[in-house]
């Protein structure tokens, strides 16, 4: 159990506290949503410091101060997700390439707050919300396609294994897009769900019945976005382990490069015993 932990729960920790900045970022945007919403001028202004606090963290306490105590390659951090324009990032890290991604990080420090102030001056004064239906959003819509989303992430989990165990090899199809990538998109569709339920009025008042008939249905999107994230974070969970285990745990994975190439392989039992075999090539 301590070595479960020290192989994922340490890694777990560190993603977490880089992306602490981030996430509470986006919780200050739908706190700032639900503020203007229900006309609550504290909430509004508590978002705004959630998102100075997110915007100081990410920019400024991390690149600053984080990474050098923690010993953490800049460099290889920035290349890996994003590349500067004046970043090289076949040469290896240096305190120029360090001092470079430092200054891009105050620049769109200053050019946030710029932002916020200016977003600070429109969301403060109050303002009289109309009551929106969910299908005036089409939340039912946003619902179901981060719910699908998330079952095409799980059947992508799965064909490897299922490839593996089966015909030996995994299908070309399901090796153009990673998990990581569906994972963002599903996070993306998942957002986008949660901000239009936030449009909408989910307190049921007896004087108006017709206007909150759909508070009255058993099942409602907003149950369905609920689901979604807790089947989103189990995939997630899932996904880490065996992606490590597939990768890492000694096992070599081939990809099926044809279906007669996968047929005569499988024929002659060749499929995952050496890496000279013509007919597939090595799973990345």
């Known amino acids: ?5 020290y192989f994922y729960c340490i890694p777990a920790a560190k993603f977490l506290y880089f992306a602490f900045g981030p996430i509470l970022f986006l919780c200050a945007m739908f ?4 503020g203007t919403r229900n006309q609550r001028p504290g909430l509004r202004l508590a978002a705004f410091i959630m998102m100075f606090c997110a915007t100081f963290k990410t920019f400024i306490f991390d690149l600053f101060i984080s990474t050098p105590l923690m010993k953490v390659d800049l460099k290889d951090a920035v290349c890996s997700t ?11 890290s240096s305190m120029h390439d360090v001092r470079i991604i430092q200054v891009a990080g105050l620049i769109l420090f200053a050019l946030i707050m710029l932002a916020l102030a200016h977003f600070y001056t429109v969301c403060m004064p109050p303002k009289k919300q109309r009551d929106t239906k969910p299908e005036e959003v089409h939340l039912r819509f946003f619902a179901n396609v981060a719910f699908i989303s998330i079952l095409v992430m799980i059947a992508w989990q799965l064909a490897p294994w ?14 153009y897009i990673r998990w990581q990538e569906l994972a963002i998109f599903d996070l993306c569709a998942l957002a986008v769900g949660f901000w239009k339920l936030e449009s909408c009025v989910w307190k ?3 004087y108006e019945k017709k206007k909150m008939q759909h508070l009255q ?31 890492k745990g000694g096992t070599t994975l081939y990809v099926c490069t044809s279906g007669e190439a996968q047929r005569n392989a499988v024929q002659n039992n060749d499929i995952g015993d050496d890496t000279d075999n013509p007919n597939v090539q090595e799973y990345q």
């Open 162 to 175: 299922v490839g593996y165990l089966t015909v030996g090899c995994i299908p070309k199809l399901f090796t």
């Open 204 to 206: 049921f008042n007896v």
């Open 217 to 247: 249905n058993t099942w409602t999107p907003k149950d369905t976005l609920w689901m979604s994230v807790f089947l989103y974070l189990l995939t997630i969970g899932l996904a880490y382990v065996s992606h490590d285990v597939l990768l």
């Open 1 to 5: 159990m301590l070595m479960l932990c």
């Open 31 to 34: 706190a700032l949503k639900r």
């Open 82 to 92: 994003y590349k500067l324009p004046l970043l090289d990032c076949s040469d290896g």
